[in-house]
């Protein structure tokens, strides 16, 4: 099959799972590509100002399941994934980013001023400073994507989750103060064989509704 | 090759292109695919908040480069897509959406009142309606994601561009009061052996420095 049918089928076939079926666990190397398709997301400026929450334990997944409009993915999911967004893009954080480009390419972080220096002055300085909560959390919409095509190719389902309270799993996630912040969730997993919604047909506007050439 | 391996390969195999190959285009079969990506994205409610500008005419395409800091991707990319969000989501796109599930599932309108008032409540009455801009680019992003991935798979390059002027490419598009307004940009094509910054280490965080589980 070629990689056009494989992508094709695989996006065809994926839909927000409503009810998933609790006992299917993701395996090992499926969740290492899972994780590897967030961390590898392109960023503006490659900043990834993000964190990904898995969580495992049980009794927290209850509690974020109360403020997640009492939706069952939450809690019958494999693997649930809370994203979270850099809140404040700040020096401190741009420092982090050159540290680690000097690290993995081996350069002096002194050949790293200009880049940090035109980053600081769009982010921290510059008109997007205003709306630097927007920019991350834009950023961190790219990884959802990622994650969810990942998921797709993999024959593992998926739900993005936006119905939730954002503060409240900030507080029971302890990411009060913590620089960091919820904008959305995704469960992943595997249908309920019960799962009415896998019937219905895919709606999407057709191509000539959403596509223009100029 | 297993789905795991392909999907790591492609991923740790794409770069934001700063050289393209003038000369190298995208094929029919994989502008399908990649159209198909954005069309088959997941957004909130399936409401799919966006639509894709194609610029094929040259002279567009230089002007757009002038409002994209002179970056040459806008120019020597094959295929260059303008992102743009719904400005505003109003009762009338919410109807577009229903009339397009009733078309496609072959349903009455009648049985999806309580869906768009759903919707209605939320977005239009609810507290999202307040930021309400900043939602719709999050969908788009996650298309975004969805064409970057799928670019990869493909063995296309890419370029994310947040590096622009929206409004002058809303003006330069012809999009003012169309509703539609710029976010982002995607050029796609072939990069240019000589393009230095493929030999690059990619620098990503660790991931003990971005997941945690709790």
Redesign the interface.
């Given at each position: 099959m070629s990689?056009?049918s494989?992508?094709?089928n695989a996006?065809?076939w994926?839909y927000?799972v409503k009810k998933f079926d609790a006992h299917r666990k993701i395996s090992a190397?499926?969740w290492?590509?899972l994780?590897?398709?967030?961390?590898?997301?392109?960023s503006?400026y490659?900043l990834?100002p993000?964190?990904?929450?898995?969580?495992?334990?049980n009794d927290?997944r209850k509690q974020l399941k109360e403020v997640s409009w009492n939706q069952s993915q939450v809690t019958d999911c494999s693997h649930y994934v809370v994203l979270t967004y850099r809140e404040k893009v700040d020096a401190e954080f741009i420092q982090t980013n050159m540290a680690?480009?000097a690290q993995?390419?081996g350069v002096n972080l002194d050949e790293l001023k200009g880049f940090e220096k035109a980053i600081t002055g769009d982010l921290i300085h510059g008109p997007r400073a205003k709306v630097i909560e927007?920019w991350a959390?834009?950023?961190v919409?790219?990884?959802?994507?990622?994650l969810?095509?990942?998921a797709a190719?993999?024959?593992i389902d998926s739900t993005?989750m936006?119905g939730l309270d954002p503060a409240a799993y900030d507080t029971l996630?302890g990411l009060n103060n913590s620089g960091w912040k919820t904008?959305a969730a995704v469960a992943l997993g595997y249908r309920h064989a019960e799962d009415p919604f896998q019937n219905?047909?895919?709606?999407?506007?057709d191509?000539a509704e959403?596509?223009?050439?100029?």
């Open positions: 990689n056009n494989l992508v094709q996006l065809n994926r927000a190397a499926d290492t590509t994780k590897e398709s967030l961390r590898l997301s392109p503006s490659g990834q993000w964190k990904f929450i898995v969580v495992e334990n927290l680690k480009i993995v390419r927007t959390q834009r950023q919409y790219i990884a959802m994507g990622f969810l095509e990942t190719l993999l024959g993005p936006e996630l904008v219905n047909k895919k709606v999407r506007f191509e959403i596509f223009e050439v100029k």
